[in-house]
């Protein structure tokens, strides 16, 4: 039966985002003065379901937050941008997700992330939303919960031949099951070079590291390269596509915005060619806004940057 709405369940990390500007990245033991502060909700997960439901998708976020002021705004937000926080729980046993992000004059950043609440993101949270994520069209996991939890949505999105979509980050050696479950794996060149011990640095290389993570089971392969564009390959055809031009500004969810619109376009219906070829849009329009989710571009942004 044809859905008004795309649907997509996404399997993931809330955080909140503490951003500093400066001129450049420190050095270690180095301290600088830098220039504007902001705060905004993040966590790749909370990032990804919030770029779905502000391209229209119906989306279904299973996560967890603290019991806290932060895990509040995070809730709040994803209720004001639309996304259905049914199976997002708010728990007393950790502080929720936080991120220390400085942001460069280039649009390049640092991040470290305290995980908090999204550690205790269990398998038996993912299972009471079982129901929704057979009948959505796509499922979008991440590495900022316990793999354990990521493999139980992998299982649950296979079992109803829903495809499973993973962003391999933080990056992590991952376990010969998980992959041969992974329907379409979007690594960028670090966390390629962490699944395969291959560096990554141009077409050529990436193409090796994509053979490898194909030949481990993957189906689909869409290696991401920042400002260079994405390399999509899967058993019948490798093809570079280049990025989109912009003047960036903060690159922080620039991947997220790719995977939760990829998301979307599989979730549609098209291939997963088309949907790359929609998200390296929406990477790219997100560039050039401050913040995680603030910067995500609603479907009408994206649809007259793509007439441009």
């Known amino acids: 039966m044809k859905q008004d709405k795309a649907k997509v369940a996404v399997v993931g990390s809330s955080n909140m985002d503490l951003v500093v500007k400066s001129t450049r990245i420190p050095a270690v033991g ?11 909700p993040g966590g790749k997960g909370a990032n990804q379901a919030v770029a779905a439901a502000k391209l229209g998708a119906q989306v279904y976020f299973i996560a967890k937050l603290g019991d806290d ?73 991440q590495l900022e919960v316990p793999l354990e939890t990521i493999e139980c949505a992998a299982q649950l999105a296979g079992k109803s031949s829903v495809p499973f979509i993973l962003d391999p980050a933080p990056a992590q050696k991952l376990s010969a099951e998980l992959l041969k479950m992974i329907d379409v794996l979007a690594p960028n060149e670090t966390e390629a070079q962490i699944l395969t011990d291959t560096e990554v640095t141009d077409e050529k290389s990436a193409r090796r590291a994509s053979d490898k993570l194909l030949s481990s089971g993957v189906k689909t392969v869409i290696l991401t390269m920042g400002e260079q564009g994405f390399l999509l390959a899967d058993a019948e055809k490798t093809e570079f596509v280049t990025a989109r031009k912009v003047q960036a500004v903060d690159s922080t969810a620039a991947g997220d915005a790719f995977t939760g619109s990829l998301a979307v376009g599989l979730a549609e219906g098209k291939t997963v060619s088309q949907a790359a070829s929609f998200a390296n849009y929406v990477a790219a329009l997100s560039v050039t806004k401050m913040g995680a989710q603030p910067s995500m571009p609603t479907l009408q942004e994206v649809q007259d940057f793509m007439n441009k």
């Open 30 to 40: 180095e301290t600088i003065l830098g220039g504007d502060f902001i705060m905004a």
């Open 69 to 141: 002021i932060f895990g509040q705004q995070s809730l709040n937000n994803f209720k004001k941008e639309g996304v259905n926080t049914t199976y997002v729980v708010q728990t007393k046993e950790a502080p929720s997700g936080v991120a220390l992000i400085m942001v460069d004059q280039k649009g390049s950043n640092s991040i470290v992330v305290a995980p908090g609440a999204n550690q205790k993101l269990s398998p038996e949270d993912v299972k009471k939303a079982e129901s929704d994520i057979a009948s959505s069209g796509a499922v979008v996991a």
